[in-house]
């Protein structure tokens, strides 16, 4: 079975600050990967997600994350960060299958700090 | 373009009580559909998954059911509810219309607390 870890439960920075949340998925022969972002009381929204191809991802917001085999980790960077990202973030991933199930990380809540 | 509604948005419901959240999906055919659970602090419990009406996958077994009366429509049940099923309750679909059957996209949520 595919698992999703992430790293850090609580990574707390200040405004301006470049961040970085960890993330490791198991290996497997095809993996597409995604991070997730979650304000609090609302659903999650997609920030962005490896298919193919390039292994750096932009997203929305100034997100990026790579996609890095040999690590089998897909770590997730902002270079500044503002106040307004505070929120919860998932990685998930997905291996293909009929019913197209993603397995979620347990989160990491970014707290950023004026 | 795509769009998930959930209601109700909140719920308060006494022990015991019969529970039914509704999702729709507009603007998409034959998508999959998913139910989570979100306990306070914890992550993402995938609770059930449809590909089809009337196809429903469980993945937790307990005292809560899933319906798929329609195409795009998901119904979350239960006969009596329990102290241990407050939550946050997410409804997601994923489909080729986005260009890709991998993502999903989530609605705004059910918060459910039973007293």
């Known amino acids: 079975a595919q698992s999703v870890t992430q790293l850090d439960s609580q990574v707390p920075v200040f405004e301006e600050a470049p961040v970085e949340l960890r993330c490791n998925y198991s290996?497997?022969?095809?993996?597409?990967l995604f991070w997730y972002v979650q304000y609090p009381n609302q659903g999650l929204q997609l920030l962005l997600k490896?298919?193919?191809?390039?292994?750096l991802v932009k997203g929305i917001n100034g997100f990026e994350a790579e996609f890095n085999k040999s690590q089998t980790s897909f770590h997730l960077r902002k270079p500044s960060v503002h106040i307004s990202d505070t929120a919860e973030y998932f990685c998930?991933?997905?291996?293909?299958?009929?019913?197209?199930?993603?397995?979620f990380g347990k989160g990491t809540l970014l707290t950023v700090n004026p | 373009s795509q769009t998930i509604h959930q209601w109700p948005a909140t719920l308060v419901q006494p022990v015991g009580s019969p529970l039914s959240l509704e999702c729709t999906v507009e603007g998409t055919s034959n998508p999959n559909l998913y139910w989570y659970r979100q306990a306070a602090g914890r992550g993402l419990q995938l609770l059930f998954y449809?590909?089809?009406?009337?196809?429903i996958s469980s993945e937790v077994p307990q005292n809560l059911s899933a319906s798929r009366p329609q195409d795009r429509q998901f119904i979350l049940s239960s006969k009596k509810l329990l102290l241990s099923d407050s939550g946050f309750y997410l409804c997601?679909?994923?489909?080729?219309?986005?260009?890709?059957?991998?993502?999903?996209?989530f609605g705004p949520g059910t918060r459910l607390t039973v007293l």
């Open positions: 997601a679909w994923s489909g080729y219309a986005t260009g890709g059957p991998f993502e999903q996209f």
């Open positions: 490896y298919l193919s191809g390039s292994t």
């Open positions: 290996s497997s022969v095809s993996v597409y």
């Open positions: 449809s590909v089809g009406i009337g196809q």
């Open positions: 998930a991933s997905n291996s293909g299958g009929s019913n197209y199930k993603l397995t």
